[in-house]
């Protein structure tokens, strides 16, 4: 879960500081770097809903359980506000990419930087949402351990 965790950490801080360069104009091998976040984010999605199948077997499903009532405050603003960002960003610039275009344009004059900076500030999102579901499931996980241990002392 600590794997996961990091990965998810280092994913979200790559994405963010790729999608800053891509805004203040410095040039990035992009095709590259999207392609590795996006098969990462696949991967990590992938391993959580494997982690998580126990928790969405009963009444009380982890999405509402663990950003409700187990995620900190602190990580709920932080995460909240990354992902409004993320998504308004990459409607944002995505916009601008359409209204760029015209049927006279062929694929190398397409604007690759701007939509390189939508694709990343979505990917910051899942990134992000993803980071909030693993340590909200780690926290929950502790809390289970614990309720387990203080229950055998008492035995």
């Given amino acids: ?3 996961l965790l990091w990965f998810d950490s280092l994913g979200m801080l790559c994405s963010f500081f790729v999608h800053l360069s891509l805004l203040f104009g410095l ?3 992009a095709g590259k770097i999207a392609a590795g976040l996006n098969i990462g984010i696949g991967v990590a999605l992938g391993v959580r809903l494997l982690l998580t199948k126990e928790l969405r077997q ?3 499903w982890f999405f509402t359980k663990g950003l409700n009532d187990i995620c900190p405050r602190w990580l709920k603003i932080i995460a909240t506000v990354i992902i409004i960002y993320g998504i308004v960003n990459c409607v944002i610039y995505f916009v601008k990419t359409i209204s760029i ?3 006279t344009m062929t694929s ?3 604007p690759s930087r701007i939509l390189f ?3 990343f500030s979505l990917i910051m999102a899942c990134y992000t949402l993803e ?3 693993v340590y909200s499931y780690r ?4 809390q289970k351990q614990k309720l387990s241990m203080s229950g055998m002392l008492i035995r």
């Fill in 101 to 103: 275009l015209s049927p």
């Fill in 27 to 29: 040039s990035l091998p």
């Fill in 58 to 60: 009963g009444q009380d």
């Fill in 1 to 3: 879960m600590i794997t």
């Fill in 131 to 133: 980071f909030v579901h």
């Fill in 139 to 142: 926290l929950l996980t502790k």
């Fill in 108 to 110: 190398s004059l397409i």
């Fill in 117 to 119: 900076i939508s694709v």
